[in-house]
């Protein structure tokens, strides 16, 4: 399986800003989609964004339209995503996994190619 590793939660002030990295290894992401997903306690774990394996398009959960930005970096091999106007429902463990194509961020998700990490906990809290 491939591998990947989440990393940049922490905790945050309502409003504020976070960037989660997952980073590849084993692999090339120019070849695979990355999705973001979460759980929160108690609660199903649900897609967040995904982006595609040419890079060129982007899919985000509308809770978070306009807030959140995936990117990608080939070169570090690492995916990006960036929190911003953070709010205390974003509360959870983020998780990224890869694909061959986004899936649908609003269908359960198993992932086909990589397994659940560690994952990293972002906490929105004043």
């Known amino acids: 399986q491939l591998q990947l590793v989440e990393s940049g939660g922490g905790l945050v002030q309502p409003g504020g800003s976070l960037r989660l990295s997952c980073a590849a290894s084993?692999?090339?992401?120019?070849?695979?989609?990355i999705g973001w997903f979460r759980q929160a306690p108690g609660k199903e774990r649900e897609g967040v964004s995904c982006i595609s394996s040419s890079g060129d398009s982007t899919d985000y959960r509308d809770s978070v339209k306009g807030r959140f930005t995936i990117s990608r970096d080939i070169a570090k091999n690492t995916v990006y995503l960036q929190m911003n106007s953070l709010k205390p429902e974003d509360t959870a463990v983020y998780y990224c996994?890869?694909?061959?194509?986004?899936?649908?961020?609003?269908?359960?998700?198993?992932?086909?190619?990589?397994?659940w990490g560690q994952g990293t906990q972002v906490t929105v809290s004043s």
């Open positions: 996994a890869a694909d061959w194509g986004c899936p649908n961020l609003y269908s359960d998700y198993t992932p086909v190619l990589s397994s």
């Open positions: 084993g692999f090339s992401l120019a070849l695979h989609a």
